[in-house]
C-alpha cells in the first residue's frame, strides 16, 4: 500500500489563505485555482492553505491573484515564518470577539423583552416594538457584518457558502418581522414557537430569531477558530523545536551567535545549559544529558559525551556541549518531522473529497429546499409567519460546517500528536490502514534486534587457530556495510591487521568470496557451503548446533571455506531490544498475529521467536524475498502491518498494508513507510496502531455526528418542529462539538 511521498512531489508551494469562513470557501478557491493552466490545487480548510502544484513558486503571484479574484486573500507560506497566518488568525479571533461581544449584549435584553411581551400582553408599552428594533438592528447590521460580507462576495464571484445561509436567514427573519409589526394587524394569530403559539399582535417575536441566529453563530464561528488555531499548535509544535540561532565557535575560541540558515555541516557550534541543540551532530567536546522528550516522547535524558551523536530540536540539561554539525537546515531529523507533518494534512482522504463535493453542493440544495417547504406550507394552510418560520429553520439547520471540519481537525491534532510522540503518521491513508490490520510482521536485526553485533565465538577444525581465521575472513569483508562484516572487523586484533583481498564477489544472502593471499576464500551461511559443494565437518557442525543451543537465540553462525575445506564457523551475536518482548505481547493483547520475518536459520529464527513471543516465524528469506512474503501472507487473507528498518525492507514496508519504518538516524522522509517512528523502542509500534485507530475512530464519530445531524435535523426543520432559534443554537453547537472531539486527541498517552 505504498503510495508517493508527499515530500518528493513535483515542484509546488503553499499558500497561507485569509478570509475563509467555511468548507465551500475552500472549495471556490480550490476551483479557481485550478482553472489555472497546469496547476493542480488542493484547499485545506482546517489548515487554511492551499497546495499549489504544477506552478514555479516565481509564479505564485498568479495563484494569488486568482485566489483575490475569488474575494479572499492568500500569502506564499514561509515554513520559517508563519507570520502571516498568525497575524490573520488573530485579526480573525479580534473581530469575531468584538462582534460576538456586542451581539450577547444587546441579544440577552432583545430575547428578554421581546420574549415577555410578546408572550405576556399586559406587560407591553407604547411604542415596545420600536425599542425591539432598535436593539436587533446592530446586531443583524455591524456584528452579522462578515456573514453578509462574504454572501456579497460569493454572489459577486458566482458561489454560495454557509454564509449565504445565515446571511439570507438572519435577514429574512429581521425583515420578516419589520413587515409583520408594519402591516400585520395587531389581532392577527400568534406565531409558532416550536412548543406552542405566542399570543397575538407578537410580530417582534422574529427578531429573536435573527439576533440569536447571529449571536450563536458568532459564538459558533470564534471557538471553532480559536479551536482550530489550537489544533494547529499541537500540529506545529515540531516545528517550533527549530532555533532560529546557533552559537558558533571561531577557531581562536570565541563564541559568536548567527542565524540558523549560516551553519553549515562541519562547523563547530556550542549549546549551552538549559538550550536547544541547533542541528544534528557529533559531540566534539563537554559531557551532558539530552532531553528529548519534546520530540520524542522519550521521557528518560540520554548521557551524551565526545562521539555521541545529538540531534537537531533536544534539550541540554546540564554540562556544556562543543557539537560538530552534520545535518544543517532541512536536512536535520526535526526538520524532516515536522516537514513530513506538515505534508500529511495535504493528502486529502477520499472521504474528505466527498465531503468537499458534498458542501459544493448542498448550500444551492438547502436554499431550494427551504424555498419549497415555505411553499409547501403555505400551499397547505399554514399562516405566513408559520411557512417562513419552517423555511428559516431549515435555512440553518442544514449549514454541513460540522461535515467539512470532521475530517481535517481529527487528522490535525491526530498527526500533531504522534509527533509530539516520535510517531510520524503520513496521511489518512494510514490511519485507514490501521485500523483494517490483523498481522504485524517484524523485520529481526536492527528491528527486534539492536542491529549492532558482536563475536561472541570462533570454532576451528584441527591445524587452525582463531588468530589466522579472523584476518583472513575480515579481509573478505573489508569494505562491507553489513553488520555481521562490521563484527568481525571489530573483533580483529590492531596487531593482525587483515591482509588484501582480491577478485571480491558479493553473494547476496549468503556470503562473499575473495582470493586473500593467493588462496581463495568463502565466507557466509551454511547454504553458501552446501551451494559451494563444501561439506561442513561434524566438529563444526557440532559446535554450531551446540551454540545455537546454549545462545539466548540471537545468535547467527558464519562458516569460513579456505581452498575448498570447510575450515571454521563464527558465531555473532545481536542483542535483543528490551523493549522487543513487551511490545509483541501489547500488541496480541489488541487481537492482533505477531510474525517475525528473518533470514537466519530455523533453529536462530525460532529461538529469537520464542524469546520475543510472536506467533508464528518465517525464516531464510533473502532480503528480496521480504515483499514476496508480505504478499503470500496477503493472498491468505491477512491485513499486514511490516514494521522495519533498513533499507533492505523498503521493498516489504511499501508492499504492507501499513508500513511502520522504526528510524534511528536522519534519513526520516524518504522511508517507504506510512507511519515513521522516531524512538528506538518498540512500544512505540503499539502507541502508534493506537494513535492512528484512535484517529479514525475520532474522524468516524465527527463523520457520523455531522451527518446524522444534518439527516435528522432537516425533516424536523422542514415538519415544523424546529424553532428557528433552535436550529441556529444547533448548528452552531454541531461545528463546536466536532472541533472539541478533534481536540480530545491531545490528551492521548503512549503505553510506556
Known amino acids: 500500500m505504498h503510495h508517493p511521498d508527499p515530500l518528493t512531489v513535483e515542484e509546488s508551494f503553499e499558500l497561507d489563505l485569509g478570509g475563509m469562513t467555511c468548507t465551500a470557501c475552500a472549495v471556490a478557491i480550490e476551483r479557481k485555482l485550478n482553472r489555472l493552466q497546469g496547476v493542480n490545487a488542493s484547499v485545506n480548510y482546517a489548515t487554511e492553505r492551499a497546495l499549489v502544484t504544477g506552478l514555479p513558486v516565481a509564479d505564485a503571484s498568479e495563484a494569488i491573484a486568482a485566489v483575490e479574484r475569488a474575494g479572499y486573500t492568500a500569502a506564499v507560506h514561509d515554513p520559517e515564518d508563519d507570520e502571516w497566518s498568525r497575524r490573520a488568525a488573530a485579526v480573525r479571533l479580534s473581530s469575531l470577539r468584538r462582534r460576538l461581544t456586542v451581539s450577547a449584549l444587546l441579544t440577552i435584553p432583545l430575547c428578554d423583552l421581546t420574549i415577555l411581551l410578546a408572550l ?4 407591553r408599552f ?3 416594538e420600536i425599542v425591539c428594533v432598535l436593539l436587533a438592528v446592530p446586531i443583524v447590521t455591524w456584528a452579522a457584518w462578515p456573514f453578509h460580507k462574504a454572501t456579497l462576495r460569493n454572489l459577486r464571484y458566482g458561489s454560495l457558502s454557509m454564509d449565504t445561509l445565515i446571511s439570507l436567514g ?3 427573519s429581521f425583515l420578516w418581522a419589520i413587515g409583520a409589526m408594519i402591516f ?8 409558532w414557537l416550536g412548543f406552542g403559539r405566542t399570543p397575538a399582535g407578537a410580530q417582534s417575536i422574529y427578531l429573536d430569531v435573527a439576533a440569536g441566529m447571529i449571536t450563536f453563530q458568532l459564538a459558533g464561528r470564534y471557538f471553532e477558530t480559536r479551536s482550530r488555531r489550537r489544533a494547529g499548535d499541537v500540529l506545529n509544535a515540531i516545528a517550533s523545536l527549530a532555533v532560529k540561532d546557533a552559537r558558533i565557535l571561531a577557531e581562536d575560541g570565541t563564541e559568536r551567535i548567527v542565524p540558523i540558515g549560516e551553519l553549515r555541516p562541519g562547523q563547530l557550534f556550542v549549546v549551552k545549559p538549559g538550550e536547544v541543540v541547533a542541528a544534528d551532530g557529533i559531540v566534539d567536546d563537554g559531557r551532558s544529558t539530552i532531553d528529548a522528550s519534546a520530540m520524542t516522547g522519550e521521557s528518560l535524558p540520554v548521557e551524551v559525551g565526545p562521539a555521541s551523536p545529538v540531534t537537531g530540536g533536544t534539550l541540554n540539561s546540564s554540562g556544556r556541549l562543543v557539537v560538530a554539525a552534520q545535518h544543517v537546515g532541512a536536512n536535520t531529523k526535526v526538520a524532516q518531522m515536522a516537514a513530513l507533518a506538515d505534508a500529511a494534512q495535504r493528502r486529502k482522504a477520499g472521504v474528505q473529497r ?16 427551504a424555498l419549497i417547504v415555505g411553499v409547501v406550507w403555505a400551499l397547505a394552510g399554514a399562516t405566513p409567519g408559520q411557512a417562513v418560520s419552517n423555511a428559516i429553520a431549515v435555512l440553518i439547520i442544514a449549514c454541513p460546517c460540522a461535515l467539512g471540519l470532521a475530517t481535517p481537525t481529527a487528522l490535525m491534532v491526530g498527526v500533531g500528536r504522534g509527533g509530539q510522540l516520535g510517531i510520524l503518521i503520513k496521511g489518512q491513508d494510514a490511519l485507514e490502514a490501521s485500523g483494517r490490520i490483523d498481522t504485524v510482521v517484524f523485520d529481526k536485526t536492527g528491528t527486534i534486534t539492536t542491529g549492532t553485533m558482536q563475536v561472541d565465538s570462533v570454532h576451528t577444525v584441527a591445524g587452525w587457530h582463531q588468530t589466522e581465521v579472523l584476518p583472513m575472513v575480515a579481509a573478505v569483508e573489508t569494505g562491507s556495510e553489513h553488520v555481521i562484516a562490521k563484527a568481525i572487523m571489530a573483533a580483529l586484533n590492531p596487531e593482525s591487521p587483515a591482509p588484501a583481498a582480491t577478485g571480491f564477489r558479493a553473494l547476496p544472502g549468503l556470503g562473499a568470496r575473495a582470493l586473500v593471499q593467493g588462496r581463495d576464500v568463502i565466507v557466509g551461511n551454511k547454504a553458501l557451503m552446501a551451494s559451494s559443494g563444501l561439506p561442513v565437518p561434524s566438529v563444526l557442525e557440532d559446535a554450531a548446533v551446540s551454540s545455537a543451543h546454549t545462545a539466548s537465540g540471537n545468535s547467527t553462525q558464519v562458516f569460513a ?3 575448498g575445506a570447510v575450515i571454521a564457523v563464527i558465531r555473532v551475536r545481536d542483542e535483543i531490544k528490551p523493549s522487543a518482548a513487551p511490545a509483541v505481547t501489547l500488541l496480541k493483547q489488541m487481537g492482533l498475529k505477531t510474525v517475525l520475518l528473518t533470514g537466519d536459520t530455523a533453529a ?3 529461538t529469537v521467536g520464542n524469546a520475543v513471543g510472536v506467533d508464528a516465524v518465517i525464516d531464510e528469506v533473502l532480503p528480496e524475498q521480504k515483499a514476496a512474503r508480505i504478499e503470500q501472507l496477503q493472498a491468505e487473507g491477512r491485513r499486514v502491518a511490516m514494521v522495519g528498518d533498513g533499507i533492505n525492507d523498503s521493498a516489504a514496508l511499501a508492499t504492507a498494508n501499513l508500513g511502520l519504518a522504526v528510524v534511528t538516524g536522519t534519513d526520516i522522509a524518504m522511508k517507504s513507510a506510512d507511519i515513521i517512528l522516531v524512538r528506538d523502542d518498540l512500544r512505540t509500534v503499539v502507541d502508534a496502531i493506537r494513535l492512528s485507530r484512535k484517529t479514525l475512530g475520532t474522524i468516524r464519530m465527527n463523520l457520523v455526528w455531522a451527518f446524522g445531524y444534518n439527516i435528522a435535523a432537516i425533516p424536523l426543520a422542514a415538519f415544523g418542529l424546529l424553532n428557528p432559534l433552535i436550529a441556529a443554537a444547533a448548528m452552531a453547537l454541531s461545528s463546536v462539538f466536532v472541533v472539541s472531539n478533534s481536540l480530545r486527541l491531545r490528551s492521548f498517552e503512549p503505553t510506556n
Open 126 to 128: 407604547p411604542g415596545w
Open 120 to 123: 405576556v400582553p399586559d406587560y
Open 184 to 191: 400585520a394587524p395587531s389581532e392577527s394569530p400568534g406565531f
Open 561 to 563: 571455506a579456505v581452498d
Open 170 to 172: 438572519a435577514a429574512v
Open 354 to 369: 466527498f465531503v468537499d463535493r458534498v458542501s459544493a453542493v448542498f448550500v444551492p440544495v438547502v436554499i431550494g429546499l
Open 604 to 606: 536462530a529464527a525460532q
